[in-house]
């Protein structure tokens, strides 16, 4: 218990800066890309299990999910389609856009913004600041793109290196 107070009371030279975290989304960007694009076109609705998202379905899932939350967080409105993309080629166009949108507004975004408290539907939480909202997509964004690695290894198919 004793690190956690430390890290709760270290110096903000601790956490990353702005550019580091800016740096960090571009990387989760082109590596969730980097894992979509590795499956082929024909098995985009594969599913590992019957109760799972499809694998073009949990790709979509990652980039809106943070969108969505990043509208929350700035205010602003994406000009983004939010009909599920069909083909392999819209999956990665929309997601891609997802993300650029969500990456160019976490740079706009003030400490007011960051430090706001907003309504979730989240289990465990109902209000969270923008903060945390943010660390939250980034592990859900590992978390469905590790998914989405199963996929690819459930049809033999390798994932690209880990990248971070």
Known sequence: M?????????????FPTMEEWIHDWEVQRDFTIAVAQKMPAELYDFKATPEEMAFGVMVVHIGAS???NVQQISGTK??????????KDEVLK??????????????????????????VNWEGRKTTTGRQMLL????????????????????????????F
Do not use: C
Request: charged share 20%; glycine share 4%; net charge neutral.
């Open 2 to 14: 004793l690190p956690l107070l430390l890290l709760l009371f270290a110096p903000a030279d601790h």
């Open 66 to 68: 943070l969108g969505g």
């Open 78 to 87: 994406a000009q983004i389609s939010i009909r599920q993309p069909k083909t």
């Open 94 to 119: 929309v997601t891609r856009e997802w993300f650029d949108y969500s990456i160019d507004q976490i740079r706009k975004l003030s400490s007011e913004q960051l430090a706001r408290e907003h309504e």
């Open 136 to 163: 939250n997509m980034f592990a859900h964004t590992a978390h469905h793109r590790g998914q989405l690695e199963v996929y690819l290894r459930l049809k033999e198919i390798a994932p690209p290196f880990y990248t």
